[in-house]
């Protein structure tokens, strides 16, 4: 799956269940590791576990397999790589420790408080 396609369907599943805050970040210039970052907000451990149990079911079925998935039981800050895309999908005061979009803030995409 291309990496526009494999954004999409990420977006869509994270938008499926309320993410919040979702950030779209190319970091292609700055990073050997990944192309993509996709961060998004979930309000609780529950909230974020099930973005990510989302997120990787809505990939299964459309026949992608996570490289890695991170952080599930926990549910503060879930990672789930799918090589050319990192999806990070965080409760906000971890989002806002950690604060990833000053990180990589001069590779940011898009912004949207709304959904892409």
Known sequence: MQV????????????DLKA???VE???????SVTDFMLIASGSS?????????????ELKASGVTPLSLEGLDAGEWVLVD????????????????YDLEKLW???SLAEDQEGF
């Open 4 to 15: 526009e396609q494999l954004k999409e369907l990420a977006l869509k599943a994270l938008e």
């Open 20 to 22: 919040k805050d979702l």
């Open 25 to 31: 970040l190319d970091v292609r210039e700055a990073s």
């Open 45 to 57: 451990s529950r909230q974020v576990s099930a973005l990510a149990t989302n997120l990787v079911g």
């Open 82 to 97: 799918l090589g050319d895309l990192v999806v990070h999908i965080m409760q906000p005061q971890t989002r806002e420790f």
């Open 105 to 107: 803030g001069d590779f």
